[in-house]
């Protein structure tokens, strides 16, 4: 079964419509088996291929994956050589299947400090895949939330200055449409997975409100099962987004 053929899965209604996800563990899954640590990240690319194609079938429109950080850089030289290697890999190898089953696929972050042919390669996705709606693949790479907050402000900032907004007329949908992900929903569910629990700079603006599941399983290791299993407990979750039930209100009256 497709991608495009999964259009209204099963159980969709009760489902996380966005789930972004915290893909941690490639390099404990290396190291776990006396392995230098980028050997686990094309494990993890195969684990991307799976939940991407899983996601759809589970009920989500919208699937947000952490790949590269602001903070990443700071890793050793042939470790960030690798993971380059396999987001061209990935996009030269997935591109043509993902445009045909209706993926539009986006990167979030920023393009500058990126080398040119990982440029070159983002800005094909985005291109070859604009006008497919069936599913929406992010990709946060080179992506910092609060460096992505700070190029909100700043773009805000410029438009203030040139006259085009008044500082008093700045809302939360304003700012909003300015971050990286602007247009996007904010995420339902969040997951991250390897058992940790923290954001680690991840969409803190659009997270103020989305459920948290911590699996403890490394991402190379990640399968449509778990990805199943962090929905259920997403729908046992009461979502109150700041207000309380009328039973809560009642009680402490």
Same mark, same amino acid.
């Given at each position: 079964?497709?991608? %495009?053929?999964?259009?209204?899965? #099963?159980?969709?209604?009760?489902?996380?419509?966005?789930?972004?996800?915290?893909?941690?563990?490639?390099?404990?899954?290396?190291?776990?088996?006396?392995?230098?640590?980028?050997?686990? !990240?094309? #494990?993890?690319?195969? +684990?991307?291929?799976?939940?991407?194609?899983?996601?759809?079938?589970?009920?989500?429109?919208?699937?947000?994956?952490? +790949?590269?950080?602001?903070?990443?850089?700071?890793?050793? +030289?042939?470790?960030?050589?690798?993971?380059?290697?396999?987001?061209?890999?990935?996009?030269?190898?997935?591109?043509? #299947?993902?445009?045909?089953?209706?993926? #539009? @696929?986006?990167?979030?972050?920023?393009?500058?400090?990126?080398?040119?042919?990982?440029?070159?390669?983002?800005?094909?996705?985005?291109?070859?895949?604009? !006008?497919?709606?069936?599913?929406?693949?992010?990709?946060?790479?080179?992506?910092?939330?609060? %460096?992505?907050?700070?190029?909100?402000?700043?773009?805000?900032?410029?438009?203030?200055? %040139?006259?085009?907004?008044?500082?008093?007329?700045?809302?939360?949908?304003?700012?909003? +449409?300015?971050?990286?992900?602007?247009?996007?929903?904010?995420?339902?569910?969040?997951?991250?997975?390897?058992?940790?629990?923290?954001?680690?700079?991840?969409?803190?603006?659009?997270?103020?409100?989305?459920?948290? @599941?911590?699996?403890?399983?490394?991402?190379?290791?990640?399968?449509?099962? !778990?990805?199943?299993?962090?929905?259920?407990?997403?729908?046992?979750?009461?979502?109150?987004?700041?207000?309380?039930? %009328?039973?809560?209100?009642?009680?402490?009256?």
């Amino acid at each position: 079964m497709t991608i %495009a053929d999964k259009e209204q899965p #099963k159980g969709a209604r009760d489902a996380p419509l966005h789930v972004a996800i915290v893909m941690d563990g490639n390099g404990r899954w290396a190291k776990r088996r006396g392995l230098p640590r980028q050997v686990g !990240h094309p #494990k993890g690319v195969d +684990a991307i291929r799976r939940v991407v194609e899983a996601a759809p079938d589970q009920g989500i429109r919208w699937l947000t994956l952490y +790949a590269f950080s602001t903070e990443n850089w700071r890793r050793p +030289a042939g470790e960030v050589a690798e993971v380059m290697r396999l987001l061209k890999l990935y996009v030269n190898s997935d591109l043509d #299947k993902l445009v045909r089953e209706g993926v #539009k @696929v986006r990167i979030l972050g920023r393009r500058e400090g990126l080398p040119p042919d990982v440029a070159e390669i983002v800005e094909r996705a985005e291109r070859q895949t604009a !006008h497919n709606d069936k599913f929406f693949l992010q990709v946060a790479f080179n992506y910092g939330g609060r %460096a992505d907050i700070v190029d909100a402000a700043r773009a805000v900032a410029a438009e203030v200055a %040139a006259g085009r907004i008044a500082p008093e007329d700045i809302t939360d949908d304003i700012f909003e +449409a300015r971050l990286s992900t602007g247009g996007l929903p904010s995420p339902d569910l969040v997951i991250r997975t390897s058992g940790e629990q923290r954001l680690s700079n991840f969409l803190l603006w659009e997270s103020a409100y989305s459920e948290f @599941v911590f699996p403890d399983v490394l991402w190379p290791d990640f399968t449509p099962h !778990h990805l199943a299993e962090g929905i259920a407990e997403f729908q046992k979750r009461e979502r109150r987004y700041g207000g309380a039930v %009328a039973d809560d209100v009642l009680a402490t009256g």
